[in-house]
C-alpha cells in the first residue's frame, strides 16, 4: 500500500516544530535554524507567560470583551475573517476556549519558501514559457496591479529601479505597507531578506537582457507591496492576515487584481477552517486571483502547505530546465516541489512552472547577507523555490489581465490550467504536475470557461454551510486515482482517459473520502491517536472544536 507521506512519525515532528517554533526546516531539506530555546521547565512557564493567539468568533466586538474579561490583551484586529489577535497566557486560553462559538489558535510561523543559491545570469524565464511572444503582442501587464504580500521590496536607488520604476520611467509602486508594523511607509527599502525583492523582479522587473528580452513576466505592472518577513524570511499567522486584511480594504483603492504569496506553513486543520485560507477565499470571492507556492517539503504525497491546500486558488509547483535552457529534453519537476492531494482529496499542484535558479536582480548588500556573493560580479541571484513558480505565475497572470480586464479569478484559473504544454515534463502525475507546464501566451488566447473551480461554492464555504472535497479516491490497493464526473481520469498505474481535467468537487463528507482503504479515516492519525490535542499544538482546551477532541477536522500537508 502506498501511503501519504504524512505518517504518524512525521506527524509527531510537525508537531514538535511548529508547537512552539523552536527550530525551522530551512526550504532545502537539510538546514536548520534556531529560533528560541525551550528551557527544561517550559510547561510551567508557558502556564503564565504570555504568547500570541488568533480568535474566531461571532463578532469583533464580542471577541474583544471576550479577551478583556479573561486580562488578555488584543493586538490586531482581522475583519476580513471576523477575527482577532491577542496576548494570552494558557489559562486564558483555556478560559477562552470553553465559550461557545469562540475559536482559538496559536499564532503560528509562515515562511517563505525558496531554496538554492546558485549564481547564473539567467534570464530566460520569458522565452521558456512563451512570455516573450506576449511581449510582441504588446502585453506587459499595463495597467494591473500585483500585490506582492513578502519580506518587502528593494526600491532605493539605481539597484530598485527595476521594481520603482516600469519601462518607461515612472514610478509604479502604488503603495508599501508594513504588516509587522501595522502602517503604510514611504521607506524604499523595507526588505531586509531579499526574498520579496527577488519574488517582484520575477514578477516585474524591468531590464532587459543583450537581445531585449524583459528579466521580468510583466514589466509594466503595478506594485504593492506588503512587508510581513522579517530578515530570516520567517512571519507569523497574524503578521500574514494583517497584511491579507489590509490588501482586502484596499483592494478598491488600488484596483488590485492580482495577489502573489510566495509563502507556506504547515497544513493543521481542513483547509476551511485555516485563518488564512479563509482570509485568501475572501480574496478570491472579492475578485481578486490569489497564486501561491506549493511548498518544498518535497517529492512525496500530501506535502501541499498552506495555502495551498485551498482548493479555490491557484497553486504552483517547480520546474527545473537542469541549466540547459532551450533543451527542453532534460527539464524534469524539482525534486523539492511539494505534491499534492491534500487531505480533502482536491489535486494540487493546480500547475507548474520554471522554478530553478530563476535570476533577477538584487541589490549586493542583500546577496552579501543572505545569499552568498555573486560569482559573476554582478547584482544578480539565482534563487530556486516554489515561490519562484508562483511569481511566474502572477506575472502572466497580470498579462491575461491587461489583455482582457473583465476576467473573474476562476476564468484565470481555467484557462491557465486548460492551456498548459505537457510535451516538456510528460505530465504523467497530476499530484506533482498538476495540469502541466504554464503556457502564458496559450493562457492569454485561451478562450476556455466553466472549467475551474466546479461544483464548489465559496460563498457557502465561507459561510460554513457546506465544505467540499475533490476528486481523488484511494482503492483497495491503497493506490491513488481520480474520478471525474464524466469517468477515470488518472490512476496510478498510468491510465489516463479523455475524461478531461479533474475540475469536479462533492460534498464533504467525514466518513467517505478515501472510501473502502481507510487509509485516512482507519488508521487512526487524525482521531483516536489524539496526536494535535496531547501533543499540545492546539493546547488542552482542543481549540479550533466545541469538543474535546480535532474530530476529522485536522488536516496535515
Known amino acids: 500500500m502506498k501511503h501519504l507521506v504524512l505518517n504518524k512519525a512525521m506527524l509527531v515532528g510537525m508537531v514538535s516544530l511548529i508547537g512552539s517554533v523552536s527550530a525551522v526546516v530551512l526550504s532545502n531539506g537539510t538546514t536548520t535554524k534556531t529560533l528560541n530555546t525551550q528551557p527544561s521547565n517550559i510547561g510551567a512557564i508557558q502556564a503564565t507567560q504570555e504568547q500570541s493567539y488568533i480568535l474566531q468568533g461571532v463578532s469583533l466586538s464580542t471577541l474583544v470583551k471576550s479577551v478583556n474579561n479573561v486580562g488578555g490583551i488584543v493586538s490586531r484586529e482581522f475583519p476580513i475573517i471576523n477575527a482577532i489577535s491577542a496576548f494570552l497566557t494558557r489559562e486564558q486560553v483555556s478560559l477562552l476556549a470553553a465559550t461557545n462559538g469562540l475559536r482559538v489558535m496559536k499564532d503560528r510561523t509562515v515562511l517563505t519558501e525558496s531554496t538554492s543559491k546558485k549564481f547564473i545570469v539567467d534570464t530566460n524565464i520569458v522565452t521558456q514559457i512563451n512570455a516573450i511572444a506576449a511581449h510582441?503582442?504588446?502585453?506587459?501587464?499595463?495597467?494591473?496591479?500585483?500585490?506582492?504580500?513578502?519580506?518587502?521590496?528593494?526600491?532605493?536607488?539605481?539597484?530598485?529601479?527595476?521594481?520603482?520604476?516600469?519601462?518607461?520611467?515612472?514610478?509604479?509602486?502604488?503603495?508599501?505597507?508594513?504588516?509587522?508594523?501595522?502602517?503604510?511607509?514611504?521607506?524604499?527599502?523595507?526588505?531586509?531578506?531579499g526574498h520579496g525583492s527577488h519574488i517582484s523582479g520575477i514578477i516585474a522587473s524591468n531590464l532587459v537582457d543583450e537581445f531585449g528580452n524583459y528579466n521580468g513576466i510583466a514589466p509594466n505592472a503595478n506594485l504593492i507591496s506588503v512587508k510581513a518577513f522579517d530578515k530570516d524570511g520567517v512571519g507569523s499567522y497574524s503578521d500574514t492576515l494583517n497584511g491579507l486584511n489590509w490588501i482586502y480594504n484596499n483592494r478598491n483603492t488600488y484596483n488590485i487584481r492580482v495577489l502573489n504569496l510566495s509563502l507556506g506553513a504547515e497544513v493543521q486543520s481542513n483547509y476551511w477552517n485555516d485563518p488564512i485560507n479563509q482570509a485568501v477565499m475572501k480574496l478570491w470571492d472579492a475578485g481578486i486571483v490569489v497564486i501561491t507556492s506549493a511548498g518544498n517539503i518535497g517529492a512525496d504525497y500530501g506535502s501541499i502547505t498552506v495555502p495551498g491546500n485551498n482548493p479555490y486558488i491557484i497553486t504552483v509547483g517547480a520546474v527545473t530546465d537542469n541549466y540547459t535552457p532551450y533543451d527542453y529534453s532534460d527539464d524534469r519537476m524539482v525534486t523539492f516541489s511539494s505534491q499534492g492531494p491534500t487531505f480533502e482529496g482536491f489535486v494540487k499542484p493546480d500547475l507548474v512552472t520554471y522554478g530553478g535558479h530563476v535570476s533577477v536582480k538584487l541589490d549586493s548588500t542583500l546577496i552579501n547577507a543572505n545569499f552568498d556573493k555573486s560569482t559573476t560580479g554582478e547584482d544578480y541571484n539565482s534563487v530556486s523555490g516554489t515561490s519562484q513558480a508562483s511569481a511566474v505565475v502572477a506575472g502572466t497572470v497580470a498579462l491575461m489581465l491587461q489583455y482582457n480586464s473583465s476576467l473573474t479569478p476562476d476564468q484565470i484559473k481555467c484557462r491557465l490550467m486548460s492551456s498548459t504544454n505537457n510535451s516538456v515534463i510528460g505530465n504523467s502525475n497530476p499530484f506533482e504536475e498538476g495540469a502541466g507546464l504554464v503556457d502564458a501566451f496559450a493562457a492569454i488566447n485561451s478562450n476556455a470557461d466553466n472549467c475551474a473551480n466546479q461544483s464548489l461554492d465559496i460563498k457557502a464555504d465561507m459561510a460554513g454551510t457546506e465544505h467540499f472535497s475533490g476528486p481523488t479516491q484511494i482503492d483497495s490497493k491503497g493506490e491513488f486515482y481520480i474520478q471525474s464526473n464524466e469517468g477515470l481520469v488518472w490512476s496510478e498505474a498510468g491510465l489516463w482517459s479523455e475524461a478531461g481535467l479533474w475540475m469536479e468537487a462533492g460534498l464533504w463528507m467525514e466518513a467517505g473520502l478515501w472510501m473502502e482503504a481507510g487509509l485516512w479515516m482507519e488508521a487512526g492519525l487524525w482521531a483516536e491517536a489524539g496526536l494535535w490535542a496531547e501533543a499540545g499544538l492546539w493546547t488542552e482546551a482542543a481549540l479550533w472544536t466545541e469538543g474535546s477532541e480535532t474530530q476529522n477536522s485536522s488536516n496535515g500537508d
Open 136 to 193: 510582441d503582442m504588446g502585453m506587459l501587464g499595463d495597467g494591473v496591479t500585483v500585490a506582492v504580500l513578502d519580506s518587502g521590496m528593494l526600491l532605493a536607488g539605481t539597484k530598485g529601479a527595476h521594481l520603482l520604476n516600469n519601462t518607461s520611467g515612472n514610478n509604479r509602486v502604488l503603495a508599501i505597507y508594513d504588516a509587522n508594523k501595522g502602517e503604510i511607509t514611504n521607506s524604499l527599502n523595507t526588505d531586509k531578506n
